[in-house]
């Protein structure tokens, strides 16, 4: 049976959240991200856009080209909420979804028209959102993910786009190769000096060619320059990590302080470990200096996901990693190796009180937020917190630059 692949992608999905809660943004060019000029934009309009203005630009940057631009820090919480609305839809009028990140889906509509026309589905899909949520999307269909997804971007802003079945590589041929799902802009700036610029000039190149220039990466490109993907629509995907990182509006050397967000850092990524049934086996701490270079530390452990465990061997990496006595910009920590499991007592350690106080404090956490219950030494990091569950099968959310 031939795949029938929808793509839907909620346009400028930040910015167009924050002009349905205040209407007088509409028309005008509007970033979303941190406010300081250590902050970077995490979105940003159209009319912002045509100042040479795209995510991840220095925010300060982004200020100097467009003056008159609307800075908003943006809420998380709003967002996913909005975002969420958007998914109970598409999980109420599609047999099999896959979430993206916070503001992209694919649907697989395979066999649907045999008894109801999946473009014409798609169609009333894409008007159901944008009458019940007021927010703009764009949709993509074609047989798989990848063409799908291009064709989105071609219909933007706010539109549709159909790529019928054996029209995927004439689709594809006159589209700068930038638009490939998975051509960055060192792939983009490689394949440019090779005089490739065009997705049809790819289509013409033996694959082997590719696959000596860019290695494995080259293969993958070529056939999704040729229209080629059969990757599956995946319902769930499986968490692998989790981390937090911070960094800071003045570059600090204040170990004390930083002790006391690693402590928050650990404490806040354990409870989450805990909510989600997750035990982790090995541990990281990253620094990156005020001259910019970034250095890493990391341990395998026994699998755990307690507090008084966890966080001296994060404070024992940072001891081990600190050692340029430079101003720091940057301090996260990430746990990885993780597999399913909850806590289990430690017969030559642990104490029954120690469990049940864990127990006791996640209550709480779950009733009140995460920030209810925290170490003192964790009070200076207002900051640290997440409001979801992160192994819960959605994506991680794409947060707007925060300050420490």
Not at 264 to 274: G, I, K, V
Request: hydrophobic letters at 35%; glycine letters at 8%.
């Amino acid at each position: 049976m031939q795949k029938t692949i929808l793509h839907l992608d909620l346009d400028t999905f930040f910015v167009s959240v924050e002009r349905k809660l205040d209407s007088r943004l509409k028309q005008r060019p509007i970033l979303v991200g941190g406010l300081s000029d250590r902050g970077v934009v995490a979105a940003c309009s159209y009319e912002a856009r045509g100042y040479g203005i795209h995510s991840g630009m220095p925010m300060r940057m982004a200020r100097e080209l467009c003056p008159e631009a609307v800075v908003i820090r943006g809420n998380t919480s709003t967002y996913s909420k909005h975002s969420d609305a958007v998914t109970a839809i598409i999980k109420e009028q599609t047999p099999l979804f896959e979430k993206a990140s916070i503001d992209e889906f694919y649907a697989d509509l395979s066999g649907m028209d045999r008894f109801f026309g999946c473009y014409r589905y798609a169609t009333e899909l894409r008007q159901r959102i944008i009458n019940e949520t007021g927010l703009p999307i764009s949709f993509g269909l074609s047989v798989n993910k990848v063409v799908s997804k291009v064709a989105t971007g071609e219909a933007k802003p706010n539109n549709q786009l159909l790529v019928d079945s054996g029209y995927e590589k004439p689709f594809l041929a006159p589209l700068s190769i930038k638009k490939i799902p998975m051509v960055g802009d060192k792939t983009y700036q490689t394949l440019r000096n090779l005089g490739l610029r065009q997705v049809s000039t790819v289509q013409q190149m033996p694959m082997d060619v590719m696959q000596r220039v860019l290695g494995a990466n080259g293969t993958v490109i070529w056939k999704r320059a040729n229209g080629i993907d059969n990757r599956a629509v995946v319902p769930f995907c499986e968490r692998k990590s989790i981390s937090t990182e911070r960094t800071f509006d003045r570059d600090t050397i204040d170990v004390h302080r930083l002790r006391g967000i690693l402590t928050a850092m650990t404490e806040n990524l354990s409870f989450q470990l805990r909510r989600g049934g997750k035990l982790t086996g090995c541990v990281a701490v990253r620094i990156r200096y005020s001259d910019f270079n970034t250095y890493s530390k990391q341990l395998r452990i026994p699998y755990t996901s307690a507090d008084h465990k966890l966080i001296p061997m994060v404070q024992g990496l940072f001891k081990k990693l600190y050692g340029r006595r430079l101003l720091v910009r940057l301090i996260g920590v990430r746990f990885s190796h993780l597999v399913p499991g909850n806590y289990q007592i430690d017969l030559f350690d642990d104490q029954e009180e120690i469990l049940n106080l864990y127990a006791a404090m996640d209550r709480m956490r779950e009733r009140y937020g995460d920030k209810s219950v925290i170490r003192a030494s964790g009070l200076g990091a207002h900051t640290i917190g997440r409001m979801h569950n992160p192994f819960n099968g959605d994506p991680p959310t794409l947060l707007a630059h925060r300050k420490q």
